[in-house]
């Protein structure tokens, strides 16, 4: 049996890389593919199939090299210089050589992750290979010695300076943006920022008045739940004084200082009206409402959806809600619960959204019950962050990003499951006294893989405890199954069993509608269709149309926590670099995910 413990990583490392590149340089898929697992992984960042796709098994990963090796033209595979070095470490509970590589291709410099396992014959083979596509040859990013020097508008005395040239080109009153993003959230300010580095005219819409109104206006004690140190946008890192946990009013006013120092091109207190695709131009015809009422006609190339899972509120469909006579919100619209000291509120929902809530509003005075109408997992906000756990092993933070990319679905699923068993062991004494006041408690179903996976699978359905979950516990918040209620009634619910119990207020922290339904509302059914879900895997294991090329020309998606904004924001602006430089078709021969035969449009 093979003891990884008394192989050199960086020998091993080299030998790999070595086998592999002189297979590919003799277009030889078969022997490349036999380099790996038979249950290996190959997760490709738009490097080789210019998608973001998983091939799972050496069947998959044989097809893909044969499809794409003629064109893609790999070489010159080495260990990253100035990277963190190969090492043993443990991934989703396996012992594995782990190292960072650096390639190129025809078209451009891209960088991988390896990660080593031995096989049934003790072999060296790998588990799992990333590879990502840094940048695109002849086309960088202006940044570092390629930035602008600024001698187009330095001291051009009597002339227009660099914030005259900005508002001309920000009006867009005799040219249109290449591409209009429609978000200015940390989704939407990340791939401006992406494709402004390449040189794409963009222009972000928000109808918010202010940039960072998203989190501004949201209730007042919203805090964010994950440490700072994972949350940086593109380019920028937070100042090094910035909170762990950052308060949203502290967030909103770093967005719009990044849209600043970035130089983005935002149109805010600006909403989309209605879109139409031209197949014979290939450029989309927008309209758009201005914050003075005025509307005005652009037409990009690239329509990208930036508005992530909180679009479109879901208003709860329960029995006799209409004839409530208290006052509804969505949580979306709740602020603070200052006006309802001394009153009886109810919170129907049990995510995070619900439980702040709830929390605010006992904290304000009022009398507060939630209703449950499904599982939910609590987890502490302690054990929450462990799942990033990675981010304080040493490497920088663009080697942990990498390292985080290189994690296929199946693979992702086993790791999960791991921590989410911890996390809950961690967690007993608080589940069990949830689960004793009759909380539904899950670990993330249908296979105990824990909160992130429920996030990436429905974008909620959990709570990082921050104290809503102990008061419920001691009692100081009531709590309701929603299959015990039978009806609304105008003073508030009243159960099966005949209670009624009142409130004044209805808060439905009910979620909100797919990114589907999205563009079904601005862009119609047709396209709405054609693309199908936004979100959720799909059977290859990737998000369903996100930060790629869907099945309709010019029509993106990105969404996600910061983390997600900051890895795939780069992706998704090389994509459409490469279509706008020709290198790269609009189109797609079919979508990315209908089976392991699936195409690949590679260049």
Known sequence: M???????????????????????????????????????????LVSFTWHILTMNGTTEITAALQRTLPTTRPGNFRIAPNRVAPRLVTRAGTPTIEALFAFETATGHASGVLRLVADADGRLAAWVLLTALDEIKHHEERIGPRVSTGQ???????????????????????????????????????????????????????????????????????????????????YMPFPPNTPVFIP????????????????????????????????????????????????RTLRPRHLIFAT??????????????????????????????????????????????GHDVAH????????????????????????????????????????CDLL????????????????????????????????????????GPPDETGFQMKYLRRGGGYYFNVGCSDLIVDGKIGLLQYNDIERFVPQGVRMKDGRVIEAELLVAATGYKNQQDVVRLYLGDEIADRIGPVWGFDEGGEECNMWRRTAQPGLWFTAGGLPHVRIYSKYLALQIKAIEEGLLPATIAMAPHVGADRELQSI
């Open 404 to 443: 985080a990319t290189a994690v296929p679905y199946k693979v992702l699923v086993q790791g999960y499951q791991v921590s989410a068993a911890a996390s809950q062991a961690a967690d007993k004494t608080l589940l069990d006294g949830l689960a004793a006041r009759g909380f539904r408690l899950d670990n």
């Open 248 to 295: 949203k009013d502290k967030l909103a006013n770093w967005f719009e200082s990044y849209a600043d120092a970035m130089e983005l091109y935002v149109w805010t207190g600006t909403e989309l009206k209605h879109g139409t695709f031209d197949e014979t131009t290939g450029r989309w015809e927008v309209s758009l409402r201005r914050h003075d009422g005025s509307e």
């Open 2 to 44: 093979t003891n990884l413990n008394e192989i050199d990583p960086r020998t091993a490392t080299a030998a790999w890389l070595q086998a592999f590149e002189a297979a590919l340089s003799q277009t030889d898929a078969d022997a490349a593919a036999a380099l790996f697992l038979p249950d290996g992984h190959w997760r490709d």
């Open 308 to 353: 992530g899972v909180s679009a479109i509120p879901i208003r709860p469909d329960a029995p006799g809600l209409d004839d409530f006579a208290g006052t509804v919100m969505h949580s979306g619209q709740y602020a603070t619960g200052h006006a309802w000291n001394g009153r009886k509120v109810l919170v129907m929902g049990t995510g995070n959204s």
């Open 152 to 234: 187009a508008y330095s001291r051009e005395f009597g002339g227009p300076n660099w914030l005259d040239y900005r508002r001309k080109a920000m009006a867009y009153e005799d040219h249109d943006p290449a591409a209009i993003v429609i978000g200015g959230g940390q989704a939407g300010l990340g791939i401006a920022a992406s494709l402004g580095q390449l040189g794409i005219d963009t222009l972000v819409i928000d109808r918010h008045e202010r940039i960072g109104d998203a989190w501004r206006k949201r209730y007042h004690s919203l805090t964010l739940h994950n440490e700072v140190h994972i949350n940086h946008l593109p």
């Open 360 to 399: 605010d509003l006992h904290a304000s005075g009022a009398a507060v019950t939630m209703i449950q109408r499904s599982t939910t997992l609590i987890v502490s906000l302690e054990q929450a962050q462990k799942v990033y756990d990675m981010y304080k092993e040493g490497p920088t933070l663009a080697d």
